[in-house]
């Protein structure tokens, strides 16, 4: 069974930087391309930056771009994602999964963490 535990939120001010962490197990995690997405209240959950197997290529929500990096270890089984400049609009609960066709792989989630930017 594929779990994912995310951590590394909190409430940070706008302009701050939070690092998200995301440990995976229940597959081979070097065998996926991987995603972070986001839920906002009263909002779907989107797609915020994706990586491949290797690192290879990264791609990112415009919303984020220039802002998020993501980065992986697969040595690790763990996935990041380093947010500057943050806005009030990047509120909301972060979550891993795997990569498939631009949407998640798996149908389990982890508890997400949530980031909440305010002053």
């Known amino acids: 069974q594929e779990q994912f535990v995310e951590s590394g939120g909190g409430l940070v001010q706008p302009g701050g930087s939070l690092r998200l962490s995301c440990v995976a197990s229940?597959?081979?995690?070097?065998?996926?391309?991987m995603s972070w997405f986001r839920q906002a209240p009263g909002k779907v959950r989107e797609l915020v930056a994706r990586?491949?197997?290797?690192?290879?290529?990264?791609n990112y929500a415009d919303s984020v771009k220039g802002r998020f990096t993501i980065s992986r270890d697969n040595a690790k089984n763990t996935m990041y994602l380093q947010m500057d400049s943050l806005k009030p609009e990047d509120t909301a609960v972060y979550y891993c999964?795997?990569?498939?066709?631009?949407?998640?792989?798996?149908?389990?989630w982890g508890q997400g963490t949530q980031v909440t930017v305010s002053s």
């Open positions: 229940g597959f081979t995690f070097s065998n996926y391309a």
């Open positions: 999964n795997g990569d498939m066709n631009w949407g998640p792989a798996f149908s389990s």
């Open positions: 990586i491949t197997r290797f690192s290879g290529s990264t």
